[in-house]
């Protein structure tokens, strides 16, 4: 995850999916799931989402970019899925959060 935000990935294919995932450890999408799950306790989408919000709380701290852009640049196609996702995980909006540390 952290060579796919080091990359030009996120702009041209979007969010990192399971399936890439997957494929980057030459592990099939189920298998891969399933280590995830046994490891975690998460399924490999809740997993993705969390280093995703990870990589975001960095971000949102970088006070030269809007919340859209930091948006676009983690691979969000709509700056609006990404704030609704923040939301849920952190309890608090992108802008709240900045606001608040």
Same mark, same amino acid.
């Given at each position: 995850? +952290?060579?796919?935000?080091? !990359?030009? #990935? @996120?702009?041209? +294919?979007?969010? @990192? !999916? /399971?399936?890439?995932?997957?494929?980057?450890?030459?592990?099939?999408?189920?298998? =891969?799931?399933?280590?995830? #799950? %046994?490891?975690?306790? %998460?399924?490999?989408?809740?997993?993705?989402?969390?280093? /995703? +919000?990870? /990589?975001? %709380?960095? #971000?949102? *701290?970088?006070?030269? #970019?809007? /919340? !859209?852009? +930091?948006?676009?640049?983690?691979? =969000? %196609?709509? @700056?609006?899925? =990404?704030?609704?996702? *923040?939301?849920?995980?952190?309890?608090?909006?992108?802008?709240?959060?900045? !606001?608040?540390?």
């Amino acid at each position: 995850m +952290i060579d796919y935000y080091q !990359s030009d #990935k @996120p702009q041209t +294919i979007g969010l @990192p !999916s /399971v399936a890439w995932c997957a494929g980057e450890l030459n592990l099939s999408s189920n298998y =891969f799931g399933d280590l995830i #799950k %046994k490891e975690t306790g %998460k399924t490999a989408q809740e997993y993705i989402q969390s280093k /995703v +919000i990870d /990589v975001a %709380k960095e #971000k949102i *701290f970088d006070l030269s #970019k809007s /919340v !859209s852009e +930091i948006a676009y640049e983690l691979g =969000f %196609k709509y @700056p609006q899925h =990404f704030a609704r996702l *923040f939301k849920q995980r952190v309890g608090h909006s992108p802008n709240e959060y900045r !606001s608040l540390n």
